[in-house]
């Protein structure tokens, strides 16, 4: 393998000690994109945004039925392999113990998988299919209990089994490959059995660069979104003001990226660790006080039923495209299932390289019941115990969560939008209506501050190690640079064009997921190649055992001489 040093542009002086210390041709090119980007976002806010809308609807318009059937396809994957004959190959050397215990292998992975976006969206996404926004194209035709049913269970579908095998197809291709192949943690070393040697060259180097970029964009928009739903929060605790301006925004972004950039500074064990652990901790106390505090019964009951009717209609769910709404359709498409498949697809590598860095030890098995089953369950359980009790409490009390319009329908901007849901402040509302919710809402507010710490902090690591040549360890100083530019770049876009500027950085996050998910396609591929040469090899070296033992049992029961060939070993040549 090629030393960074080695690498063409490394040389001595400042910067030859900078490419000493990372690999120069994925490093440089994916900070210099980055920076153009940001230049023009920050310059041309509202045309950035606008080119960059049309880019994203136009795939999604394209290629959403591709998305429907490639992202179903890894849940197929992901089962088959847990499931499967290859579930009991080790990632790692046989005689590796895992580096984490269970709780702390678990709890890093979901913070880091999706954490933020179940705060976020846990009660505001199954009331904006109640009340049908954008419009009625996913089968909720009315705000009634048979809806609310139905909104749950389209929740399910975006949060439940498919990003989380999206997750298994890239994590379980890395850790293969770095923990069994031992190659450096890198995205290029899982395509190595369909490209060889060349992954060393531009091509390696590309996919590198848009693992970077996507992962960084993806890490800086949800940190940009995001501290609109924490100002949102502390303005129902009467903290602020109604309308938090960007100083509010700056304070929060800086605090957040201080304590990532600390807690990656001390490492995976220790900071990142640590935080993951507190986090969700602190949600499931959340989860748990909603549930009790809340109609307790009616959810249990309600989970069931829910599960019940996700997985009877999982395939039908899994395979519609709303074609027969026609434009209608296609813009639910874009505000929800393609978005949503194409934004896990621009998420896979920030969370699969993580997830492949803290899984060593892990069989294959191991590590699709953790990545998929136990997670999904667990999502679910927060879908229900949220979205469940805002859907029941709008039904009981029209109007609380939903805002009508004059006659009772869907409220409407000036441009026809529907607007019936705040989903900033939607989880603080539903928080006030139960008893002691201004505390609640508090712990809320320190959850979502930690959930957003914990995807920053593993973010940067993932980046940092793929901008370090797959180092799993990477030099503090790029640690920190790589953890203060999410931050500065979620500042300079909210600050310059607002809330355009972020939503143009994420279409480009799911712009750069269309690639990537042919490179996902490579990798289901090449692990399937790699899986099925080591079952036959681990299949041949047990035959070949089996033959040594038949053959001494043979030669001590004087049936063999000891100079005779052991004709049984189909090693053996034949003359």
């Known amino acids: 393998m090629t030393r960074k040093s080695d690498e063409p542009g490394a040389r001595k002086g400042f910067l030859g000690t900078l490419n000493s210390d990372v690999a120069?041709?994925?490093?440089?090119?994916?900070?210099?994109?980055?920076?153009?980007?940001?230049?023009?976002?920050?310059?041309?806010?509202?045309?950035?945004?606008?080119?960059?809308?049309?880019?994203?609807?136009?795939?999604?318009?394209?290629?959403?039925?591709?998305?429907?059937?490639?992202?179903?396809?890894?849940v197929a994957f992901s089962l088959w392999v847990g499931l499967g004959r290859y579930g009991d190959i080790?990632?790692?050397?046989?005689?590796?113990?895992?580096?984490?215990?269970?709780?702390?292998?678990?709890?890093?992975?979901?913070?880091?998988?999706?954490?933020?976006?179940?705060?976020?969206?846990?009660?505001?996404?199954?009331?904006?299919?109640?009340?049908?926004?954008?419009?009625?194209?996913?089968?909720?035709?009315?705000?009634?209990?048979?809806?609310?049913?139905?909104?749950?269970?389209?929740?399910?579908?975006?949060?439940?089994?498919?990003?989380?095998?999206?997750?298994?197809?890239?994590?379980?291709?890395?850790?293969?490959?770095?923990h069994r192949k031992g190659h450096p943690v890198s995205i290029r070393w899982t395509l190595k059995p369909l490209l060889g040697n060349r992954i060393n060259g531009w091509a390696g180097d590309l996919v590198d660069i848009v693992a970077v970029v996507g992962?960084?964009?993806?890490?800086?928009?949800?940190?940009?979104?995001?501290?609109?739903?924490?100002?949102?929060?502390?303005?129902?605790?009467?903290?602020?003001?109604?309308?938090?301006?960007?100083?509010?925004?700056?304070?929060?972004?800086?605090?957040?990226?201080?304590?990532?950039v600390a807690s990656v500074f001390t490492g995976l064990k220790k900071g990142i660790k640590l935080l993951s652990n507190v986090n969700i901790g602190l949600?499931?106390?959340?989860?748990?006080?909603?549930?009790?505090?809340?109609?307790?019964?009616?959810?249990?009951?309600?989970?069931?039923?829910?599960?019940?009717?996700?997985?009877?209609?999982?395939?039908?769910?899994?395979?519609?495209?709303t074609a027969m709404h026609g434009d209608a359709g296609t813009t639910w498409q874009?505000?929800?299932?393609?978005?949503?498949?194409?934004?896990?697809?621009?998420?896979?590598?920030?969370?699969?390289?993580?997830?492949?860095?803290?899984?060593?030890?892990?069989?294959?098995?191991?590590?699709?019941?953790?990545?998929?089953?136990?997670?999904?369950?667990?999502?679910?359980?927060?879908?229900?115990?949220?979205?469940g009790t805002a859907t029941n409490h709008e039904l009981s009390d029209e109007g609380?969560?939903?805002?009508?319009?004059?006659?009772?329908?869907?409220l409407l901007d000036a441009n026809g939008v529907n607007?019936?849901?705040?989903?900033?402040?939607?989880?603080?509302?539903?928080?006030?209506?139960?008893?002691?919710?201004?505390?609640?809402?508090?712990?809320?507010?320190?959850?979502?501050?930690?959930?957003?710490v914990t995807s920053s902090d593993s973010g940067s690591l993932v980046v940092d190690m793929l901008a370090s040549g797959g180092d799993p360890n990477p030099p503090v100083w790029s640690r920190i640079f790589w953890g203060t530019a999410e931050g500065v770049v979620a500042v300079a876009l909210l600050t310059a064009g607002g809330e355009s500027s972020l939503t143009a950085l994420r279409y480009t996050a799911i712009v750069i997921a269309f690639p990537f998910s042919i490179v996902m396609l490579l990798m289901c591929w090449a692990s399937l190649r790699e899986f099925k040469a080591e079952r036959q090899l681990m299949h041949a070296i047990r035959l070949k055992h089996q033959h040594e033992e038949l053959t001494e049992r043979l030669r001590e029961q004087g049936q063999l001489k000891s100079d005779d060939r052991d004709i049984s070993d189909p090693t053996t040549s034949r003359e």
């Open 334 to 387: 874009s505000w929800w299932t393609a978005f949503y498949w194409a934004w896990w697809i621009s998420w896979a590598s920030f969370v699969g390289v993580f997830i492949a860095r803290i899984s060593k030890g892990r069989t294959i098995r191991q590590f699709v019941a953790a990545v998929l089953i136990v997670p999904t369950m667990l999502t679910l359980l927060w879908f229900t115990v949220l979205g």
């Open 400 to 410: 609380s969560l939903v805002a009508r319009g004059p006659n009772g329908g869907a």
């Open 24 to 74: 120069p041709r994925v490093f440089w090119p994916a900070a210099g994109f980055i920076v153009a980007f940001v230049g023009v976002a920050m310059i041309w806010p509202e045309d950035m945004y606008r080119a960059m809308m049309e880019i994203q609807g136009w795939i999604v318009r394209w290629f959403g039925p591709y998305y429907t059937v490639v992202v179903t396809g890894f």
């Open 283 to 321: 949600a499931g106390a959340v989860l748990l006080f909603v549930l009790f505090a809340g109609p307790t019964l009616f959810l249990f009951r309600h989970f069931i039923q829910s599960i019940g009717q996700y997985l009877q209609e999982l395939l039908r769910h899994s395979f519609d495209t």
């Open 215 to 260: 992962t960084l964009f993806g890490v800086a928009t949800s940190l940009g979104l995001g501290v609109i739903q924490i100002g949102a929060g502390l303005s129902v605790l009467d903290v602020v003001g109604e309308n938090p301006g960007n100083l509010l925004y700056v304070v929060l972004i800086g605090a957040i990226t201080l304590l990532a």
């Open 419 to 452: 607007i019936s849901v705040d989903n900033d402040s939607s989880l603080f509302q539903l928080l006030e209506t139960l008893p002691g919710g201004t505390i609640l809402a508090g712990f809320a507010i320190i959850a979502i501050v930690l959930f957003f």
């Open 90 to 178: 080790k990632l790692g050397k046989d005689d590796d113990e895992p580096e984490f215990s269970l709780v702390s292998w678990f709890t890093m992975l979901f913070a880091a998988g999706m954490g933020i976006g179940l705060v976020f969206w846990g009660v505001a996404e199954p009331l904006n299919h109640l009340a049908g926004i954008p419009n009625r194209a996913s089968g909720v035709e009315i705000m009634d209990e048979q809806g609310a049913q139905a909104a749950l269970v389209q929740t399910f579908l975006h949060w439940g089994l498919h990003p989380w095998a999206t997750y298994v197809v890239v994590g379980l291709a890395i850790a293969y490959a770095v």
